[in-house]
């Protein structure tokens, strides 16, 4: 293997060697937060509606309110009170996340179950945006821009883990509450790297001068709402595909690992987007994503039997980690501030649309009783997200 030499002298193995306990800290995270915290109500989610009696509304009123949660925390990190905090915040977030995980298998009411999920919104954003911001400038402080990102290889670790979890319970017989107090002990072990390899805070860098100010503003608003629009769009196949596969005769033999399979086809593909989007900018990069997933979403229905099914769950699972960790380094780019705030704002909007789109499909499958409606609304959504991706400034080289 040949030895390359970073920017700023010297070899890269040492850096590099430094990163990896970095990476298996924020991947860990994310994996207990996000892809089991967030995601394993999905593959929980027709235990649920078959057990305790749920329609696809109510699947997706819960589900809507975990992502207000995420939202309203996704906004709360910019207060400066954190300033210095950041660790003990991520840390209490990352118990807050174990904590209501467990919770979901306590409860039965519809109300408590809004509640909790709630709750379990704000941790997971709280541990995504201070999980990021001790992570990410750690990993870039050591030359190695190219993998700062990787840790949301977590992401898709999760959701594959909390997949094998569930099909392997469901198999024999556990209930649906059992399921959640199973995937609680795996985000519980998954705690154990996090504790012990998380770095301290990194001092705030300055704000970044208001170069060519209004072109700059103009495009952290438009990948701003292409954010929040994609969160709208992939949420819903997100959030009811492993419902889709179980209540489709055709489609029923694949519910015990469709979710599995969008969570091993993000984990080599987190990095491959902002590598993409280093060769050809990141702008071009996130607008291919999420085209990719337009059309992946439209074959869910477009496409009759397994076949459809499968290549969106490996086109959704290949493109929505890798556009979350793409547009939060090119959020970073064009805004002229800390990557706290960046993130902070992306992830609201993000959250915005993730919380709408639930309920909206849940209304739409039950109304029409079929999810091609929602599934067709989401594909378009995602078609305008990849346009809203372009960064405006571009149209300035051609007025030049």
């Known amino acids: 293997m040949t030895l390359k030499v970073n920017p700023k002298g010297g070899s890269s193995r040492r850096p590099l060697k430094k990163s990896w306990p970095l990476i298996i800290a924020g991947t860990a995270a994310l994996a207990l937060a996000m892809g089991i915290g967030r ?28 992502f207000i949660g995420y ?12 300033n210095g905090r950041i660790k003990i915040w991520f840390f209490g977030a ?24 709630f709750t379990s919104g704000i941790a997971s954003a709280f541990t ?4 990021t911001s001790l992570i990410l400038p750690s990993i ?5 821009i190219t993998i700062s990102t990787s840790h949301f290889t977590g992401v898709g670790l999760g959701m594959a ?6 099909s392997l319970m469901g198999a024999f017989n556990f209930s649906w509450n059992e399921l959640w107090y199973g995937v609680a002990l795996l985000a519980l072990l998954l705690a154990i790297p996090v504790i012990a390899l998380t770095p301290d805070e990194m001092p705030r860098q300055e704000p970044k001068k208001k170069t060519e100010k209004g072109i700059f503003a103009f495009g952290f608003i438009t990948i701003t709402t292409a954010y929040g629009l994609f969160g709208f769009g992939y949420v819903i196949l997100g959030t009811f595909i492993s419902a889709m596969a179980r209540s489709t005769p055709e489609l029923i033999s694949t519910e015990p690992y469709i979710w599995l399979l969008v969570g091993l086809s993000g984990i080599p593909t987190v990095m491959f987007w902002p590598w993409l989007g280093r060769r050809i900018s990141g702008d071009f990069a996130l607008m291919i994503a999420c085209a990719v997933e337009a059309i992946g979403i439209y074959v869910a229905v477009a496409v009759p039997g397994q076949t459809g099914i499968l290549i969106a769950a490996v086109l959704l699972g290949a493109t929505f980690m890798g556009i979350t960790a793409l547009a939060l380094l090119e959020g970073q780019a064009r805004f002229n501030g800390t990557v706290i705030v960046s993130t902070a704002v992306l992830t609201s909007a993000f959250g915005v649309g993730q919380m709408v789109g639930p309920y909206f499909a849940g209304l739409v499958i039950d109304k029409t009783g079929s999810f091609a409606t929602a599934m067709i609304v989401s594909s378009c959504a995602l078609m305008l997200a990849a346009l809203l991706m372009l960064n405006p400034q571009r149209l300035s080289k051609f007025r030049n």
Not at 74 to 79: D, E, G, Q, V
Not at 95 to 111: K, P, R
Not at 161 to 166: F, K, N, Y
């Open 128 to 131: 995504l945006i201070f999980g």
């Open 39 to 66: 995601f394993a109500y999905t593959p929980i989610l027709p235990f649920m509606i078959s057990e305790v009696g749920f329609g696809a509304t109510e699947g997706g009123l819960i589900a809507s309110w975990n």
């Open 94 to 117: 990352v118990a807050a996340s174990i904590f209501t995980t467990g919770c979901m298998g306590l409860v039965q009411d519809l109300n408590w179950f809004i509640v909790v999920r």
């Open 140 to 144: 870039q402080a050591l030359g190695k």
């Open 161 to 166: 883990l909390s997949a094998i979890v569930v």
């Open 71 to 82: 939202c309203i925390g996704s906004l709360i990190p910019i207060l400066p009170f954190f």
